[in-house]
């Protein structure tokens, strides 16, 4: 079992910054990727970054260049800084973390954290 906390969300106008962090406690050395979610009004889920096992790292085209996901080492909180923020950027931020279990992957979720840009 994972448990996620995030941390950091707010309101900020368009053009600021804003980090947000997530605290994994639990199994973390079953945790294979973790990464940020973001879900607008209206709109599906949407993959913002990931860090994957190997230390690669994926970002959405849409946040290429303004965001950064970050983890230290396995003990470490995830954050991910985001800057120049959009308008559009604005929504619920859910960390997520894929833990692996022999061959079965279980994915958790943290509660979310809401981030509003003002424009």
């Known amino acids: 079992q994972v448990q996620l906390v995030e941390s950091g969300g707010g309101l900020v106008q368009a053009g600021e910054s804003l980090s947000l962090s997530c605290e994994a406690s639990g199994d973390i050395f079953s945790i294979n990727t973790m990464g940020w979610y973001r879900q607008a009004p209206g709109k599906h889920r949407e993959l913002v970054a990931r860090i994957i096992g190997d230390g690669s790292i994926d970002y959405a085209d849409s946040v290429k260049g303004r965001f950064t996901i970050a983890r230290d080492n396995v003990k470490s909180p995830m954050s991910l800084r985001m800057n120049s923020l959009k308008p559009e950027d604005a929504g619920v931020y859910y960390c997520?973390?894929?833990?692996?279990?022999?061959?079965?992957?279980?994915?958790?979720w943290g509660q979310g954290t809401q981030v509003t840009v003002s424009s």
């Open positions: 997520y973390a894929v833990a692996l279990t022999g061959d079965v992957e279980f994915d958790y």
